[in-house]
């Protein structure tokens, strides 16, 4: 969380720091009038951190200051609370709640995919557009082979629609029948596009390993913007291109792996991707994703998710029902317990496929111009400790990869799992949120509008 040195308010802000200063004197008497002579704890939450240069604490001043306080997820609330500002939710333990993040089913359904809606409401009407809880009844239509036929058609049809896109604004060609497996978001190491990485590579060499190797032809999507000074993650962009040059430019492979990293990513660009997608990736460490919004958009859009319980995507799954998402990997708990001792090296020294996953990329097989980036990517993996746990979490994704490639391989299988997902969606309509926020926080009642 942000820190911002006390000197920049001296400098730029003196007015500023006077009430900050006073707001944190009033803070520190309340925390000492509750917990009398515990100075460790008023020390904790205090927002001036002390000892050597000071520094505001940006989310301590934002909590003195709210009346309510929430995470954007029922698990970013709860590490909210127990970990990340614990000292603040007991002292002012009324203030803390959560409010689950959601998305315009308008935008992110009605109107970015007219198949599938208009498929929607030739089923049930169309009143789950401002009611989306309304799609629960689409679920015992996951056993009516006509619903299901014309949901895999609407799916069709909109990757023929992305595919044709893609051909007239970038010169790609993209092949329908492929499994559109896509991961669009920032670029962050938390949010684990390297894994993603890892996890192609390994297919890569598998079907240059076995070159009759049964696995379904896939076309891996990739977008997403760095920030500005975010190097490694400008790293992270490059190795994704020159890893899609290499396996689209191998014959061993081109015609069953394909890469392609969308540049320029935005709202409109997620609004063409999201729903051609059949498999939404979302891989982060758990812990770390507060949320994610994407999820949720896949989700209404009929695409399996592959991930890690994080963010929303829990309640998604329990929401669609576990068994129709594919779950894998540390979980929270898990990866705050074990990385006081976790080694990315032991993962590298006893599982062989992660090794040679590992010292193809060092090989400089991917790019083979630029040896720093595979340097780079060996400090992050290796010599750095993998701070995001990307090896602890690789073989499980192998696992659950594998789980999704069989399932494709029955289409019929496929969709009504998409259509359970679908049916599932309701709760992450963003007009859930903000009635929930109405409600809870702003006390204000709806407007009618005529
Ligand atoms: C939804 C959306 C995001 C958020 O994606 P996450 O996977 O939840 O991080 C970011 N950028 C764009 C353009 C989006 O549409």
């Not at 609330?77 to 959560?98: G, H, I, K």
């Not at 069709?156 to 492929?178: C, E, H, M, N, Y």
């Not at 009759?212 to 076309?219: E, N, V």
């Not at 090989?363 to 010599?383: D, K, Q, V, W, Y």
Request: proline share 5%; glycine share 6%; with cysteine.
């Amino acid at each position: 969380m942000e820190k911002w040195p006390l000197r920049w308010f001296e400098l730029l802000l003196p007015r500023h720091l006077e009430i900050i200063l006073e707001i944190d004197r009033r803070l520190r008497e309340e925390l000492l009038a509750r917990w009398p002579d515990d100075n460790d704890r008023a020390e904790r939450a205090s927002i001036v951190e002390r000892g050597g240069a000071r520094l505001v604490r940006m989310a301590h001043l934002a909590i003195a200051g709210s009346h309510s306080v929430n995470g954007v997820a029922e698990i970013h609330s709860r590490l909210l609370r127990d970990v990340t500002v614990r000292d603040l939710a007991e002292l002012y333990p009324d203030r803390f709640n959560n409010k689950t993040n959601g998305v315009t089913p308008r935008r992110w359904l009605l109107l970015s995919n007219p198949d599938l809606a208009g498929c929607i409401n030739e089923a049930i009407g169309d009143r789950w557009v401002t009611d989306m809880e309304r799609l629960e009844t689409l679920r015992p239509l996951a056993e009516d082979g006509g619903f299901v036929s014309s949901v895999r058609q609407a799916k069709r049809a909109a990757k023929l629609r992305f595919a044709d896109w893609l051909k007239s604004q970038a010169g790609i060609s993209v092949d329908p029948d492929t499994i559109f497996d896509s991961q669009v978001k920032r670029i962050h190491e938390y949010k684990r596009q390297l894994l993603n990485g890892l996890r192609i590579v390994a297919l890569y060499r598998r079907l240059r390993e076995n070159p009759h190797l049964d696995i379904a032809p896939r076309t891996f999507f990739f977008a997403g913007k760095a920030a500005p000074a975010y190097h490694v993650a400008k790293v992270i962009i490059k190795f994704l291109n020159n890893l899609g040059d290499t396996i689209n430019g191998d014959p061993a492979t081109r015609d069953r792996l394909r890469l392609v990293f969308l540049p320029d990513y935005c709202v409109s660009v997620a609004e063409r991707l999201i729903p051609a997608s059949d498999v939404s990736n979302q891989i982060s460490t758990a812990g770390y994703e507060a949320s994610g919004t994407s999820n949720m958009k896949f989700m209404m859009n009929g695409a399996l998710t592959i991930g890690t319980r994080d963010g929303a995507t829990i309640e998604m799954a329990a929401a669609a029902g576990e068994e129709n998402f594919f779950l894998f990997g540390l979980t929270a708990e898990q990866v705050a317990t074990s990385r006081g001792w976790y080694s990315p090296w032991w993962h590298y020294e006893n599982e062989p496929e992660t090794r040679a996953v590992l010292d193809l990329i060092m090989s400089g097989h991917f790019c083979r111009h630029e040896p720093m980036i595979g340097e780079t990517l060996r400090n992050i993996l290796l010599a750095g400790g993998d701070p995001y746990m990307h090896l602890a979490d690789l073989a499980s994704y192998m696992e659950a990869d594998m789980r999704l490639q069989s399932l494709y391989s029955e289409p019929d299988a496929w969709t009504r799992r998409a259509i359970l997902n679908i049916a599932g969606s309701g709760k992450f309509s963003s007009d859930r949120t903000i009635a929930e926020y109405a409600n809870d926080i702003w006390n204000v009642e709806p407007c009618p509008v005529r």
